[in-house]
């Protein structure tokens, strides 16, 4: 029965064309995802606009055939729905700033409670997977200035010594490196924002 088939199999049933399966994705997981929209924005008719907008945007990804979220469709559903919200607050003009010491802070800090739900865990732990697969794609030296300066801390003055090359040279790797990460995001349609 199809209720209870796991959702990498509604997803590819979906795309082969039986409409249904996604009636029994938005049944399955609608209290959560719902939830998770409404705790952001505590309003019941904007959570269902974004709600709305959130699966016509898998509806359309699924469509286009742009998913490779590889059996991850909670938590890739869950990166549209919040940055729907997100983009609910920057279009409002309503994103709240606060100034600390000559920062400015944006909604991440105003809608965070400071703790990780499990959708954000969730969410957390498939962007850091994606990250990571993405990182393994690049040359192996743009892939080693990002591994020492995102997983290891190291300054560029350490990585260019580690290295044996020029400070420019590390500088000029991590921004090819960087180049090359949007590049890949933006081809396989990978969201990165919690």
Known sequence: MMKNAPDAVLV??????????????????????????????????????????????????????????????????????????????????????FESRNTEFDIFTVISDGTQNAESKMITSQISEDVRRLVDELAPDQKEVILMRLYQDMSFKEIAENTNVSINTALGRMRYAIMNLRKLVAERNIILTL
């Open 12 to 97: 590819k049933n979906y795309i082969d064309g039986n409409e249904n399966c996604l009636a029994i994705l938005i049944t399955k997981h609608k209290a959560r995802i719902f939830n998770f929209i409404y705790s952001k924005v505590y309003d019941r008719d904007l959570t269902e606009d974004i709600f709305q907008d959130t699966f016509i945007k898998v509806i359309n990804t699924l469509k286009r055939g742009k998913y490779n979220e590889e059996g991850k469709f909670l938590p890739w559903v869950m990166r549209i729905a919040h940055n729907l919200v997100i983009d609910h607050f920057r279009k409002s003009n309503r994103m709240p700033k």
